[in-house]
């Protein structure tokens, strides 16, 4: 068997490769949105904010870097998960999301919609083979 550099796996904090760096949110439909916030508070000591909950932690390859993965509910029958019938819709954290898109787009992925910037970075949504909308979020 031949031997592996390990740091050969190891990302640099210069990577700028297209590609997920973590999970930005996790996001899943509710019948009952107001009473579902509240139970995650009361129960699970969750601090729920407009948007559900954040969660902040530190990049393990740029520990200078505070990261976020955003918990949300959304009202059952919400369109924000179209054209996915799913119950629930994953945010990834990426790097040089124009490169992604494009490299998507070369390996017949379907993307959604163009990418829209915000102060607080650029999204885009695609399909996974499963009819699962992803969302894509580089943070500014």
Do not use: C
Not at 3 to 29: W, Y
Not at 72 to 91: H, R, V
């Amino acid at each position: 068997m031949e031997e592996q550099d390990e740091t050969a796996k190891t990302p640099s904090a210069n990577d700028t490769n297209p590609k997920v760096t973590g999970i930005g949110g996790i996001f899943f439909f509710a019948e009952n949105l107001q009473q579902t916030k509240d139970w995650y508070a009361q129960h699970l000591g969750m601090e729920i904010n407009e948007w559900g909950a954040s969660f902040e932690s530190r990049d393990a390859n740029r520990p200078d870097q505070i990261t976020s993965l955003q918990w949300s509910p959304f009202e059952k029958g919400s369109d924000y998960f179209a054209p996915s019938t799913k119950e629930f819709m994953i945010n990834y954290r990426v790097q040089n999301i124009e490169a992604l898109v494009t490299k998507l787009q070369e390996n017949g992925v379907t993307i959604l919609d163009d990418i829209a910037s915000y102060d607080y970075g650029k999204f885009v949504h695609i399909l996974d083979p499963e009819g699962n909308k992803i969302e894509l979020w580089e943070p500014s």
